[in-house]
């Protein structure tokens, strides 16, 4: 059992940064895949980024790629989300979400976070 609670989010100009935190409870953490998804008004869930057990593999959304990168601490069961250069269409709900594999699909993940609210002004 994973307990995940977000934190981080914020209002910010277009073209700052943000960094979101999730930290996890629970004695297993290091054996999930970490991942951050993120809702608009209106529309679907959609994937952003995860990032294996060990880090060494990472997988992002394009268009993310180049301005976000996912990092873990097993240490303090914490993952993150460093957001740069944030545009007004990065405005979302983001959830992180503990799961079995490195997907884009929600079916992957089986525990989620309540979520942080981000907003990118123009």
């Known amino acids: 059992q994973v307990q995940l609670v977000e934190s981080g989010g914020g209002l910010v100009q277009a073209g700052g940064s943000l960094r979101l935190s999730c930290a996890a409870s629970?004695?297993?953490?290091?054996?999930?895949?970490m991942g951050w998804f993120r809702q608009a008004p209106g529309k679907e869930r959609e994937f952003v980024s995860g990032?294996?057990?060990?880090?060494?593999?990472?997988y992002y959304t394009d268009s993310v790629k180049g301005r976000f990168t996912i990092s873990r601490d097993n240490a303090k069961n914490t993952v993150y989300l460093q957001m740069n250069s944030l545009k007004p269409e990065d405005t979302a709900v983001y959830y992180c979400?503990?799961?079995?594999?490195?997907?884009?699909?929600?079916?992957?993940?089986?525990?989620w976070g309540q979520g942080t609210q981000v907003t990118v002004s123009s």
């Open positions: 990032v294996t057990w060990n880090g060494d593999r990472t």
């Open positions: 629970g004695r297993t953490f290091s054996s999930y895949i």
């Open positions: 979400a503990a799961g079995t594999a490195l997907s884009p699909r929600t079916y992957d993940y089986t525990y």
